[in-house]
């Protein structure tokens, strides 16, 4: 039986003024045979909402496509209630503003209403997967600051934490330090450290359960549904419905005799090791320090990147040997003093030292000479080489993560979370930080990036509104970020299953787990909703209500495609609504024109382009299909982690579709923007459409 679908088409935003719109109205009615197809001025305006809702009453519509402005645009207005199914169609940027006046403008507005017409007709009622329970507690790996400061939060939000600390006390290794850098007012004097104030805190907090020298065995389940099984000192099973990961960091130890003499030579020792010996006070008055920093860090041999930390603790370390011992001298031999914000006046305090030595230049060589040390250095402000004595060389090393396997996911696709080329934990650094690829786990503090102790702090905090976040969409049954409230779903018909294994080796966040013999075991909770399993299944075994195949493919076979004779190509163009599709509307609100010969269908992510698409359009009679999404690589990064990607590798599966069916290779192009290059994504539309009239017509447009 089919749906009692309604049409109405909004005359505001100049789009009246760029179309026929009773023509419009006449033709869809006479072509769709709609339960209704009436226009308004303003469709989003109270008179409008009151017209929809009186005219989808009367005609006892199950939904309605809602043609004017975009999805993402008054959403709120056209949230109709009552179960009503909507379609929204961007008449606004997608053709009044964006296409030349014309014919080919009004066929434009044709061939999207139908899209969305037929799109309704295919789209399923969305329900939201619930769970019978789901809890509300929350799990914290990690006990350092950035872990005690989330536990915190999350209490003082009226969670129940589980705080879970392998070692036998609270505080991570700024618990070991004597003195911690100032990083408020006054900045000349070092502090205790935070860490045992954040641990007394943590100890008194009526919602938080400590548990110290206990470990991870297993962790399963889903967000809402997560079950650790606890080790250790207390073993035991505790159910939570999201995880902060703030396992932290431990110190780079660079292999003997690799870094200035690290491990050959006596008395040429680590930041840390100086540390533990500050702690315990066992240090011996020596004549001379010197401080080598930058020991190891951005360095391709050793660690590139900077730890962000090491200059201020160098400083700290300083200024806390010449309170100790006031006649020694302390050299500190520096690339670059990196001290951002307020750690600058720290830096100031300790120039004024006449006691503090600043060398700017490289160590060439650390040697032994007659019980004391040599450093040969490079100096770079006064361009000659320089010997200095010392008694002890400390070497600035920089942090590197703990190791995320520590959770022991019980997940298909590995045990810890997912990392970035050095290691830390992987999320989409521009937009979401404290995601991981595992979703309702957080990553907080050094497990995520290098950073000092009060950034570790804010990030658990911002780590534990997430896990509060995701409880919260959970218990509503809606996703998170990128598609926040989406509450569709992967419903898998395994009746056609073949155990490929593609959807659970390509899903990006671990939805899936398999059987024995490879049946995908979908948890929905997991799923962020982007589609690239659909893309990925050859047989159409996973479909979402309102995203299957057949629901793109019919939409993209509803398009009227023109023949040869009228010398108007049809172009499918595939965008990502994430980056391409806003800034392709972007381009329109600023007043740029796309060719009017495309025909644009948002994709979830370009990974979610299945090839039955491409096949129907190239067998309906389009003449190219161009795919546009978001920058793949860690410079930039898909929403979705590897959609890009995705795309790119299965160009090869595209080639094959086009050889059997002898078209040429160019007929399918893959291209990538940033959000914000709406004049790059017109030329690339422009571009293509030049390479498509010099190839000709498809020749199955007439077939």
């Excluded at 007394?200 to 997560?226: C, M, R, S, W």
């Excluded at 060398?359 to 770079?380: L, P, Y």
């Excluded at 057949?550 to 009228?566: A, G, M, N, Q, Y």
């Excluded at 959609?643 to 080639?655: D, M, N, V």
Aim: hydrophobic letters at 35%; aromatic letters at 8%.
């Amino acid at each position: 039986m089919s749906k009692k679908l309604g049409i109405f088409i909004c005359e505001g935003c100049r789009i009246a003024d760029a179309l026929e719109v009773a023509t419009l109205s006449a033709k869809m009615k006479d072509e769709l045979q709609p339960g209704c197809c009436v226009s308004h001025r303003s469709l989003c305006s109270p008179s409008g909402i009151e017209m929809i809702l009186e005219t989808a009453g009367a005609a006892s519509l199950e939904g309605c496509v809602i043609a004017g402005c975009g999805k993402g645009t008054r959403d709120d207005a056209f949230d109709l209630g009552n179960g009503m199914t909507i379609e929204r169609v961007n008449l606004r940027e997608w053709v009044a503003w964006a296409l030349e006046e014309g014919d080919d403008r009004q066929m434009a507005a044709e061939d999207y209403i139908r899209m969305g017409f037929t799109g309704l007709k295919h789209t399923a009622e969305v329900k939201p997967f619930l769970l019978e329970h789901t809890n509300e507690e929350i799990l914290v790996m990690g006990g350092g600051v950035a872990g005690m400061q989330a536990a915190l939060d999350g209490a003082r939000n009226g969670y129940t934490v589980h705080l879970v600390e392998k070692s036998d006390h609270l505080g991570g290794w700024a618990s070991r330090w004597s003195r911690q850098i100032p990083f408020d007012q006054p900045f000349n004097k070092l502090r205790i450290p935070e860490a045992f104030r954040l641990a007394q805190e943590v100890e008194a907090a009526a919602g938080i359960h400590v548990y110290l020298e206990t470990t991870i065995e297993k962790t399963a389940g889903q967000p809402g549904d997560f079950t650790v099984t606890l080790r250790g000192k207390h073993q035991s099973d505790i159910n939570v419905g999201a995880i902060v990961t703030a396992s932290g960091w431990k110190p780079y130890l660079p292999a003997a005799g690799t870094l200035y003499g690290y491990g050959e030579v006596p008395g040429v020792i680590t930041s840390v090791e100086l540390e533990e010996a500050l702690a315990a006070d066992s240090l011996v008055e020596r004549e001379a320090y010197l401080f080598v920093q930058c020991a190891g860090s951005r360095d391709s041999a050793h660690l590139p990147y900077c730890s962000s930390v090491c200059c201020g603790i160098s400083l700290k370390q300083a200024r806390q040997l010449r309170e100790m011992f006031p006649e020694s001298i302390v050299y500190i031999v520096y690339r670059d003093i990196r001290t951002p914000g307020f750690l600058e006046d720290f830096y100031r305090a300790v120039q004024d030292d006449p006691g503090i030595i600043f060398i700017k230049g490289d160590v060439q060589h650390v040697g032994s000479s007659n019980g004391r040390m040599d450093i040969g250095i490079q100096d770079h402000l006064l361009g000659e080489q320089l010997h200095v004595t010392a008694d002890q060389v400390i070497l600035a090393t920089g942090m590197v993560p703990a190791d995320t396997r520590d959770l022991h996911l019980s997940y298909r696709l590995g045990e810890g979370i997912p990392e970035l080329k050095y290691d830390f934990s992987d999320s989409h650094f521009i937009c979401f930080p404290y995601e991981s690829r595992r979703t309702g786990i957080y990553a907080a503090g050094g497990v995520r990036s290098p950073m000092d102790i009060p950034s570790a702090m804010a990030d658990g905090s911002g780590a534990m509104m997430k896990a509060i976040q995701v409880i919260e969409s959970t218990k509503r049954g809606d996703a998170v970020h990128p598609r926040a409230g989406d509450r569709s779903y992967p419903m898998l018909y395994l009746e056609r299953c073949t155990d490929c294994k593609r959807c659970t080796e390509e899903c990006p966040f671990g939805t899936y787990d398999e059987t024995p013999s490879g049946t995908p075991v979908v948890y929905p909770n997991r799923c962020r909703r982007c589609g690239i399993c659909l893309g990925a299944c050859p047989e159409r075994v996973i479909s979402f209500a309102d995203f299957s195949i057949t629901l793109l493919s019919e939409k993209i076979k509803s398009i009227e495609v023109p023949d040869e004779f009228e010398e108007k190509p049809r172009v499918l163009v595939f965008v990502c609504e994430n980056d391409a599709l806003p800034a392709l509307e972007m381009a329109t609100r600023k007043g740029l024109k796309i060719n009017p010969f495309i025909r644009l269908v948002p994709v979830r992510c370009l990974g979610s382009i299945n090839r039955v698409w491409v096949s129907d359009a190239l067998s309906k009679g389009y003449d190219g299909i161009l795919q546009i999404g978001c920058k793949p690589g860690d410079d930039y990064q898909c929403h979705f982690i590897h959609g890009s990607e995705l795309t790119e590798q299965r160009s090869g599966i595209y080639e094959e579709t086009l050889t059997s069916m002898m078209l040429e290779p160019e007929r399918i192009a893959t291209e990538f923007v940033e959000i914000t290059e709406y004049k790059k994504i017109i030329e690339i539309i422009d571009d293509y459409m030049e390479e498509v009239d010099l190839m000709g017509p498809n020749p199955f447009k007439d077939m």
